[in-house]
């Protein structure tokens, strides 16, 4: 799957559901956003110190250095790419609750 990183569309991150798998296995994206839910550059660096945190305790898990490397850290993270990732996860795993 391919999210879109900036409103342009000029710029792109690959997600496998192994990423999404990830990201759901250690909740990174629970209780991130304000009570506004408004996703934007403070949020990504929320994100990032969270997963910096989880790696100090499993920097052997191969699944959560992927993910960050190939998209929580990707040059091309940005806030709407976060945004547009949430939406991605958020699609993914409401279809799983609903079978």
Do not use: P, W
Not at 8 to 32: F, P
Not at 47 to 66: F, G, I, K, P, V
């Amino acid at each position: 799957m391919t999210i879109q990183t900036n409103s342009k569309g000029s710029r792109s991150i690959e997600v496998s559901e192994n990423h999404l798998e990830t990201l759901r296995r250690y909740s990174l994206l629970s209780d991130l956003l304000d009570s506004n839910g408004i996703v934007d550059e403070s949020v990504l660096q929320k994100l990032r110190l969270n997963t910096r945190a989880l790696l100090e305790h499993h920097s052997d898990d191969a699944d959560l250095l992927a993910l960050c490397h190939e998209v929580i850290f990707h040059d091309n993270m940005k806030a709407y790419g976060l945004h547009q990732l949430i939406l991605l996860y958020l699609a993914k795993y409401e279809e799983v609750e609903k079978d």
